[in-house]
């Protein structure tokens, strides 16, 4: 395992206001900033949640990060070298976007099985279909069904075996379980885990839900209205919050 002391990417300083457009609901906000000064690390080996309520900021934190998103200022470093999200196709392979949506993240007229296999001949890889299923726990026949006959436990599987297939070093998961059953959603939190450890990966995991993260990431960062308001390890959040939204936060898990 290598060094994880300094962060295989980092945030500085980010601030994202979409474009305003004219609305009748003035009164919500005169300004249409969504992020205001994140900053964020993610290591190698480490899972990093990032937690907070639906509109919070979340998924714009993942996309201003992989270069869907326009309007930002912040510093952004990948191992150490900065890069502009907007210019970052050297970087396309190192860091990867699994999204919630796991079937129309996948091409509903290709099989699992041609899925993979056209991500493997374009990066010009060694592995093979079959490897790369095999390490997210999927074998046989299932490389012959299109997305729509696949559950949703295993369309994710996929996503991650194309995610994996060009051999990234960041995954951001965005919300990946969160439409699967309770006991899905294990399985493939423990996939996740495996992989980091094997991989030594870094996982940034997006997710409104603080059950699915409290036992499963290192560190948490709590994100409210656009700010992030605490960030520490899994355990000093949930055992003493220090700030009211996580506390409010944590009370819901128990409801
Ligand atoms: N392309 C866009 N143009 C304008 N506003 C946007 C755009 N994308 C997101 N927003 C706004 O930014 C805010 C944050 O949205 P975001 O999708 O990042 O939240 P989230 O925390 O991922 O929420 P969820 O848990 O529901 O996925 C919301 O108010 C949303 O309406
Ligand atoms: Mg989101």
Do not use: W
Not at 80 to 107: C, K, V
Not at 148 to 158: D, P, T, W
Request: proline share 3%; net charge negative; with cysteine.
């Amino acid at each position: 395992m290598k060094n994880n002391s300094s962060p295989i990417l980092s945030v500085q300083n980010l601030t994202v206001a979409f474009p305003k457009k004219g609305s009748f609901f003035i009164k919500k906000q005169a300004s249409d900033q969504v992020l205001s000064d994140i900053n964020l690390e993610v290591y190698q080996g480490k899972i990093t949640a990032l937690v907070g309520e639906s509109g919070s900021g979340k998924t714009t934190i993942g996309n201003t990060i992989v270069g869907l998103v326009q309007n930002f200022t912040g510093e952004f470093q990948f191992d150490g070298t900065p890069y502009n999200p907007l210019n970052m196709s050297h970087l396309r392979t190192e860091i990867q976007y699994i999204f919630q949506d796991s079937l129309s993240a996948l091409n509903p007229r290709m099989t699992a099985g041609q899925i993979l296999n056209e991500i493997l001949l374009i990066h010009q890889s060694d592995e093979t279909v079959d490897s790369i299923m095999e390490q997210v726990d999927l074998y046989g026949e299932i490389s012959g069904k299109y997305p729509h006959e696949l559950s949703g436990g295993q369309r994710q599987r996929v996503n991650i075996a194309r995610a994996l297939a060009v051999n990234p070093q960041v995954l951001i998961c965005d919300e990946v379980v969160s439409a699967l059953d309770v006991s899905i959603q294990a399985k493939i939190l423990n996939l996740i885990t495996r992989l980091v450890r094997e991989r030594n990966l870094a996982i940034l995991f997006i997710t409104h839900d603080l059950n699915v993260v409290k036992a499963f990431a290192e560190s948490i960062i709590v994100l409210s209205k656009g700010e992030i308001v605490e960030k520490g390890t899994a355990r000093e959040i949930m055992e003493s919050p220090g700030h009211s939204y996580t506390k409010t936060l944590i009370a819901a898990m128990d409801s």
